[in-house]
């Protein structure tokens, strides 16, 4: 009976390819997070600078104002999760059992070009 040796795989390769998996799985579920929490915040600004382009122009009613002011808030909300996005690497859980910070609400943004684009498709 002949054993090829570089056959063999042991329980120790078999936990790190576990390991490893996961990893891979735990990178991917950031990744994710930091690129819609990018996206999100990009159509927020967008918004925001538009409304104050009306303000700015004198042009802007008090509803485009509060919508502004409302949606600053919502922009602070997802920069902040962003930020903490940024350290659940850090976190003594990582990646076994990392811990995600909770995810802001989306606020309804009846001009989104973005949105829109989605919806006729």
């Given at each position: 009976?002949?054993?090829?040796w ?19 799985e ?25 409304l104050?382009?009306?303000?700015e ?47 802001p ?17």
């Amino acid at each position: 009976m002949n054993i090829d040796w570089n056959q063999l795989i042991t329980k120790a390769m078999k936990d790190a390819a576990v390991r490893n998996a996961h990893l891979a799985e735990i990178q991917a579920e950031l990744s994710s997070r930091n690129t819609k929490a990018v996206t999100q915040i990009a159509r927020i600004q967008d918004r925001v600078d538009t409304l104050g382009y009306g303000i700015e122009a004198g042009e802007a009613s008090e509803e485009d104002e509060a919508e502004q002011a409302v949606l600053q808030l919502s922009l602070k909300s997802w920069k902040g999760y962003k930020f903490t996005l940024g350290k659940v690497t850090v976190q003594a859980t990582w990646p076994a059992a990392p811990v995600w910070p909770l995810e802001p609400t989306m606020p309804d943004i009846p001009a989104d070009p973005g949105a829109m684009a989605t919806e006729t498709q």
